[in-house]
């Protein structure tokens, strides 16, 4: 039959078919490949192949279900330190084992889809910030953060140069002043709220298992006011009296909203990954309450800007520029639609305010909340540290109040102090944001030198700086054996001291690196809390902000901040790990001073471990709920941080 005949040609013509195609994909992948190798090898820096990129995302989708198959097939010893990159979390869960393994500080990236130059050299890092035209930042990555319009995060070259002209501007030590002043504000708001409005009459707050979100309020609550000229509060605290403020203060919804400002704003930060990833007509029609309170989030907030936009033109409009405080806002619309335009040249559309308002509350608002939150927990965790940091807050403000504190008067002090200490070291081993994307410039091949080598790196090749591997290179910081782990170096602990150079005078005068030059300059520290005291890192070796022209404009605000909340917490207060998982209040108030360090010492064994689990989804944070539960006591009614010799 004519139909039988037929099918073992059609199956032989399909067969053939699919041969040509995936021979057709073979040679296309390999020759990808190929090309890619020689790109890679061109530049004369180490390479290693990737059968996939491990940053292309079906990659980041699937890896969680062939990792464990890849274990499986191919023995551990053989896999080791190729594999890593693969995993996730790789730079901050195994530092340096990585680049070790490849025999280079900057290893490039190689598989068919993709070729990137993996980098934690100092070296590589300052030369490639400082030269910003040769090697601007990879914005395709950043192309996610526009959904309001273009703004100073997500633009390069002239259009960068007019957003960070108008922006920059707020950013000057007078507004760093408010921001202070606001940040004790806060600080105290939070205080309050935590003790449950009974800051006066109770010893302890009970055991605390919302910090992270907590200290997200207070960063919210500091960037309304930094962002929008706004006094945002904590749940109990009182509205300011002007009815224009209150309005946007009040944690109910004002007419014509559903949700108050804060929420509004809060809710859009907190899911920024969802919106981005839930395509348009899915948040828009989906009736999960997830997509619903999401949807909200986004129309009430952009509600809100419109109506701002609209009362500040209004009030450039009638001239009346009196500004009390800070309001970033306020003056890009004062620098389009005020007599000050013709100067700046600024054309920011009304778009591109309202993208550049909302950009520096995603930029300046969980970075800074996680700096503050781990370095609370790290300050649990380490109680010698915490009373070294105590002693400082004492001698430089003793029992004033901290709403007395001054700016220009306490602010240097602070950040020569332990406070400054403790904030650099929290950056250091758990930076916000773990990488930083660059790229060659798309038109030219740009040269950098390495070790007195040249080394010419292709034109659009991209480049990313592992912070956490950077920041906690043996070859870039002076360092020391471990005393708690006895590992070779401590440089995956948290250890304020380091920042004071004559602890490590001794270790880094035996590195025979580059390290050793930069202190050197400075040795003989004899003095107290002067900046001359303080170790000053290799130029790209620490960089939470990044550095060059590109760098935070934020990093003063920030500092400052937490510059301001360290010493309100710490002049009255301790924060200790709870520990009811091993014994309850009344255990701990019979135990003995052994056995009280004994069960700190699993609380600490604790905290340890969920900081090593720390996940970077845009920044550097505990995921899924987990967190670190803690205690804020008065200061003498502590039960393990002031006695215990703990390490
Ligand atoms: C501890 C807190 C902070 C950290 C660790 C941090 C970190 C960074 C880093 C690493 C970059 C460079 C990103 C890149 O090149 O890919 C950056 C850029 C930026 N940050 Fe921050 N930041 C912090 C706080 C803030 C605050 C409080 C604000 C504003 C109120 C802010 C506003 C910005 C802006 C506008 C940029 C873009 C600058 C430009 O591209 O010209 N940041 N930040
Ligand atoms: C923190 O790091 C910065 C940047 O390297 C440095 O200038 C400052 O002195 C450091 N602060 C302390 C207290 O060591």
């Not at 057709?24 to 061109?42: C, D, E, G």
């Not at 340096?96 to 070729?115: L, M, N, R, Y």
């Not at 040269?447 to 290179?473: D, E």
Request: charge should be neutral; glycine fraction near 6%; hydrophobic fraction near 40%.
């Amino acid at each position: 039959m004519p139909a039988r005949q037929e099918e073992p040609k059609m199956v032989s013509t399909l067969l053939f078919a699919a041969g040509l195609v995936s021979a057709v994909a073979v040679y296309k992948y390999v020759s990808a490949l190929q090309r890619n190798i020689a790109l890679a090898r061109s530049t004369g820096l180490k390479y290693v192949v990737y059968p996939i990129h491990p940053l292309n995302n079906l990659w980041q989708l699937t890896a969680g279900l062939i990792l464990p198959l890849v274990y499986c097939v191919f023995p551990a010893s053989w896999l080791k330190g190729w594999i890593l990159p693969l995993q996730r979390e790789w730079s901050y869960r195994t530092n340096q084992e990585f680049f070790d393994w490849a025999g280079s500080e900057s290893v490039i990236i190689v598989a068919p889809d993709d070729v990137m130059l993996y980098t934690e050299s100092a070296e590589v890092i300052s030369q490639v910030t400082a030269r910003k035209e040769a090697f601007p930042k990879d914005i395709a990555r950043y192309g996610l953060l526009t959904f309001f319009g273009q703004n100073v995060v997500s633009t390069e070259a002239a259009v960068w140069r007019m957003h960070r002209r108008v922006t920059a501007p707020s950013f000057n030590e007078k507004n760093a002043a408010h921001t202070f002043a606001e940040a004790l504000k806060q600080t105290r708001g939070m205080l309050n709220y935590l003790f449950n409005w009974e800051l006066e009459t109770k010893d302890s707050t009970g055991t605390i298992r919302t910090l992270e979100h907590d200290t997200m309020v207070w960063a919210l609550n500091i960037i309304g006011y930094v962002g929008f000229g706004l006094r945002l509060i904590f749940p109990g605290e009182k509205l300011p009296d002007d009815p224009k403020l209150a309005k946007y203060g009040s944690l109910e919804a004002p007419p014509g909203y559903d949700l108050p400002f804060a929420q509004s704003l809060g809710t859009l930060l907190e899911r920024i990954v969802a919106i981005l990833l839930i395509p348009g007509w899915a948040l828009k029609t989906l009736p999960f309450e997830f997509t619903r309170m999401t949807r909200m989030a986004k129309d009430n907030y952009r509600k809100y800007m419109e109506e701002f936009l609209a009362v500040k033109k209004e009030e450039v409009r009638k001239g009346d520029h009196e500004r009390v405080g800070m309001d970033i806002m306020g003056e890009l619309v004062r620098s389009v639609y005020g007599e000050k335009d013709s100067k700046t040249g600024a054309k920011l559309t009304d778009d591109e305010i309202i993208s550049n308002a909302f950009i520096m509350t995603l930029a300046g608002h969980e970075t800074t909340a996680n700096v503050l939150h781990f370095t609370l927990v790290h300050l649990a965790t380490n109680p010698s540290a915490q009373r070294r940091l105590q002693k400082d807050v004492d001698e430089l403000l003793g029992d004033s109040d901290p709403l007395t504190w001054d700016y220009e008067r306490n602010i240097n002090a602070l950040l020569a102090s332990h406070i400054g200490a403790c904030v650099n070291e929290t950056m250091r081993v758990m930076p916000p944001v773990t990488v930083i994307p660059k790229i060659t410039s798309p038109s030219s091949p740009q040269s950098i030198s390495i070790k007195g080598q040249k080394h010419v790196l292709p034109a659009g090749l991209s480049i990313a700086f592992y912070l956490t591997s950077a920041h906690r290179n043996p070859n870039q910081w002076p360092t020391q054996p471990s005393k708690r782990t006895g590992k070779p170096t401590d440089l995956e602990e948290w250890l304020p001291d380091r920042w004071y150079r004559d602890t490590f005078k001794a270790a880094s005068a035996n590195t025979d690196d580059h390290g050793e030059d930069e202190t050197a300059d400075y040795g003989g520290y004899k003095g107290s809390d002067t900046s001359a005291a303080l170790y000053r890192p290799v130029r790209g070796s620490f960089l939470p902000f990044s550095d060059g022209p590109r760098s935070c404009l934020g990093r003063r605000l920030a500092v400052v901040e937490l510059a301001a909340a360290l010493p309100a917490i710490f002049q009255k207060y301790s924060v200790e790990l709870a520990v009811d998982e091993w014994a309850t209040d009344e255990e701990v108030a019979r135990m003995s001073v052994e056995e009280k360090r004994e069960v700190y010492a699993k609380a600490q064994e604790s905290s340890r471990a969920k900081i090593a689990a720390a996940t970077a989804i845009i920044t550097l944070k505990f995921q899924g709920g987990e967190h670190v539960p803690v205690r804020i006591v008065k200061r003498g009614k502590e039960r393990f941080v002031r006695d215990l010799e703990v390490v």
